[in-house]
C-alpha cells in the first residue's frame, strides 16, 4: 500500500507539473515573446546581425526601457577578414529598430490619405555634420536624398497613401482601450532619441563622415487593415501586409522642434520581402552617397 501510494503521489506531482508547464506555455503564446524569437531568426537568415532587448532611457519618463530587437547588415569581409567599406570616405550606419507585437483581441485600422510628395523622416538620420556643428536643422541626407519622394531611392517613395490616424478595434465584444500601436511608435522613436544622444556624445571630438539612418519598425501579428473612403463617404477596408504611418516626436538634444517619422508596419508573413526592400534602399543610399562625395565633403 505504501508503494502504491507513491506510486499515485508520484502521478500526481507529474501531473501538477505537466499542467503547470501547459500554462506557462500557452501564457507565453499569447505574448508576442514567440513572434521576437521568429523576427529574430529572419533577421539572422536574412545576413542581418541582430540583437534582442536593447537598453535604452526613457527622458519623459526617467526610466529604464528595452526595445524588442535591433539589427545592422551583417558587414562583408574580404579574404584578409577586414570589413569592407563600400562608401569610403564616408561610414554608413544603417539600422533596424524593431518592435514586435502580437494581437489577437484586437484588428489594427489605418485610415491613409493621397500622400504623392514630400515624404519627411528628420528624426531618423544624423549626420557628422550635424554632429559636428550641433546643428541638428539641417541634414545632408537631404542632399543624398533630395525631395520630393526621397528622389525615389527608398522605399518609401513607392506609398501614395500614407496613414496619420488609426484605430484598434476589438474584434469580438465591446470597443477595448488598448493602446498597443501608440505604445509601439513611442518605444521606437524614445528608442532612436536615446540611440542619437549616445551617438553625438561619443561622436562629438571626432564625427568623421559617419551617416547614420534608422529604420522604425513594427512587426505585427494579427489582423491589419488600410481604412479608406468611398466616393459617397463609406469607409472602405483592406487587409494590408505593408502600411506607412507617419508619426513627429522630439529629439530631446536637438531642440525645440518636432521631427517626422515613417513608420513601417508589416505583417510577420512580409517582413522577409521588407529587408529586402531595405537591402535596396541602402544600395541606393551608398550609390548617391559616392556620385554625391564632392558636394557632401564640401558641406562637412
Known sequence: MAQSSAYAWTGCVFLKTHAKEDYIREQILKSGFPLEIETYSILEQNDWLAFANDYYFDEDEKKEREIDLTAIPFPEIDNKFIIINRVEPFSLDIELAIECKKIDTHAWVFFTRPSKSCYFYSGQTLDFKQIRTNDFESSLFDVILSPPDTGGLLHYSKFDRLAKSYVEVKIEGQDGGRKDIFTACNQLTKFIAYSFQRRVDRLAKDPDHVMIMVFPVIVFNGNLYEATL???????????????????????????????????????????????????????????????????????
Open 230 to 300: 468611398d466616393k459617397i463617404g463609406n469607409i472602405v477596408l483592406s487587409q494590408r501586409k505593408h502600411i506607412l504611418l507617419a508619426r513627429t516626436s522630439r529629439l530631446p538634444f536637438a531642440g525645440a522642434n518636432e521631427r517626422s517619422f515613417l513608420i513601417d508596419i508589416v505583417t510577420k508573413g512580409y517582413f522577409e520581402d521588407y529587408l529586402k526592400a531595405v537591402r535596396l534602399d541602402i544600395r541606393n543610399i551608398e550609390q548617391s552617397l559616392l556620385s554625391k562625395k564632392d558636394i557632401l565633403e564640401e558641406g562637412g
